[in-house]
């Protein structure tokens, strides 16, 4: 039997332990994650993050991402300094499987993220 999940409204689920942002450009960024559901293979998972204020380079080249902005606000570029995007309350950014690029965050933001990752076979 397969087992619905819902979730009420995210932004009043408690934000994670927030811990330092590994990537992180700025002296002092935090991040918390929030897992609420995880694939049987583990190839899909969703959650809640939250980012504090600063700049971090990301890393896609092995998982897609779709990220819905539930708070905050940031500007997304690419690697080569293309395709920036200003992101915010309500907007959905698509990160496609082979993406590297920055983050900067200019308010604390709080996003729900969807991560597929490609499979082995």
Known sequence: MINLESFGD???IPAGEFAPKP???TKGQT???VPLWESLDGLTKIGIWDCTIGRFTADRTKSAEICHV???SASVVNADGGGKRDIGAGDMLILPIGWTGEWTIHEPMRKTYILIAESDI
């Open 10 to 12: 995210l932004s009043e």
């Open 23 to 25: 990537t992180t450009l």
């Open 31 to 33: 991040e918390a994650l």
């Open 70 to 72: 539930l708070s905050g």
